[in-house]
């Protein structure tokens, strides 16, 4: 009789240690997946929908509105370049001795480093905030001058408040002149994620290659879930 008792106290145990494992695997795998998941930027409203015949709230998220400029080559550029398409946006100008050589030394090496055929649906883009300077020569010149070839990476110009609107209201940037210092710009160095319909799926330091690193896995992401969802959709 002890003897069973003492059996059966053991199998209770390794079921116990055999079920906390699995709770604890589960949870973990949980919080990976969601700490995985890129996250929304900016609600707009909550809507109701039915979902298997219940009515559930449904979160309508921002999207960047519509622009019209002009790139580098002269050629009009509106928010059609980036619509079904990952885009990184960031906003930058071509005098600018600070931050900006260091981003856009960032950006092209993260061009560069999704060059691969599996990337070809990713496109950067980078608008000026001193667009009076920055023509579409200038842009091209300085596009020269930093060795940029990619096709898949436009700079653009355009008019200037069109611009700062763009910034402050669509991608929730800093974009502006300097009020202090005469021929001088204040904008983000933020490199802004945009998923192919138009939301906001993350915020990096340009200047960091840290975060441009981690910029770059989370564009592979967003590319693996997106496909996968379209194998779900038979698409």
Request: charge should be negative.
């Amino acid at each position: 009789m002890t003897r069973n008792k003492s059996k059966l106290k053991q199998r209770i145990f390794l079921t116990v240690i055999f079920l906390t494992g699995f709770v604890f695997i589960f949870l973990l795998s949980r919080m990976q997946h969601s700490f995985r998941d890129l996250p929304y930027f900016f609600p707009e409203e909550v809507v109701q929908k039915q979902v298997d015949g219940q009515m559930v709230n449904d979160t309508i998220w921002s999207t960047i509105p519509p622009f019209q400029f002009v790139d580098h080559q002269g050629q009009t550029l509106d928010r059609s370049y980036i619509d079904g398409h990952i885009s990184v946006v960031d906003f930058f100008f071509t005098t600018c001795t600070t931050i900006c050589p260091k981003m856009t030394r960032q950006m092209r090496t993260l061009v560069w480093e999704l060059e691969e055929d599996y990337f070809d649906e990713v496109r950067f883009l980078s608008l000026t905030v001193d667009p009076e300077y920055d023509t579409p020569e200038v842009l091209m010149d300085y596009r020269k001058s930093m060795e940029i070839t990619d096709k898949r990476w436009s700079m653009a110009t355009g008019d200037k408040e069109e611009i700062y609107d763009l910034g402050v209201n669509g991608f929730r940037v800093t974009t502006q002149e300097d009020v202090d210092q005469q021929g001088n710009f204040l904008h983000s160095e933020k490199f802004i994620l945009v998923d192919k319909e138009g939301h906001i799926r993350g915020y990096y330091d340009g200047t960091d290659p840290e975060e441009v690193r981690e910029l770059e896995e989370d564009i592979k992401m967003l590319i693996g879930q997106e496909r996968k969802q379209k194998k779900r959709e038979g698409r």
